[in-house]
């Protein structure tokens, strides 16, 4: 029964994302073409649109508060603009049945992520209460270790290759890439369990 409300549950909540977003809904699906590499070169102009904003960052060297007030601003002049432009741009055409679908899909991965992360904090706040030594030593472990990478790393360099790699991963993941490196990887650890087993027999 629990499992049944929950699918109901994601089916309202997908619906939902749908209708907020369905002005977008030509835009998220050209982005989703592109993250997903429909086309062999897709993948150049990712890094090639993300390494230019960055340069174009490093060379301005705006303050915390102006880069944040120019990225809400830019935000808000997208908001605005968008529902206005889609239709000029791509026509005024229905969705075939396969546009509305790959949708659905899109937002009820939205919604599947929101949920997992939701759960996650769940999870830590159900740690902190039953096992609050435990949480305390990964909280602080994890963060020690940011704090560190963070220092060795400078910020604007950490966080494109952060933005990079997370707009590469829906490519990588759509053509098994992360599949197939995730295998060697696991089987590079069989092979070295094995060998140490054999050592200590």
Known sequence: MAEGDNKSANLLETAQLEEQLQAWGEVILAGDRVLRWEKPWFPAVLIG???????LVYYLDPSVLTGLSCTVMLLCLADYLVPTLVPRVFGSNK????????????????VRTRRRIVGWGKRLCTLKE????????????????????GQ??????????????????????????????????????NKLLKHKEKKNE
């Open 49 to 55: 649109a993300t390494t230019a904003i960055f340069l």
């Open 95 to 110: 969705w075939t049945t396969e546009q509305q679908q790959r949708f659905h899909e899109i937002c009820g991965t939205l």
């Open 130 to 149: 039953e096992k609050p030594k435990v949480y305390f030593a990964s909280v602080i472990s994890g963060l020690l270790t940011a704090a560190w990478i």
């Open 152 to 189: 060795q790393v400078h910020n604007l360099l950490l966080t494109y290759l952060t933005v990079s790699f997370l707009l590469l991963l829906p490519g990588l993941n759509q053509h098994g890439v992360i599949t197939k490196y995730t295998a060697m990887v696991k089987r590079e650890i």
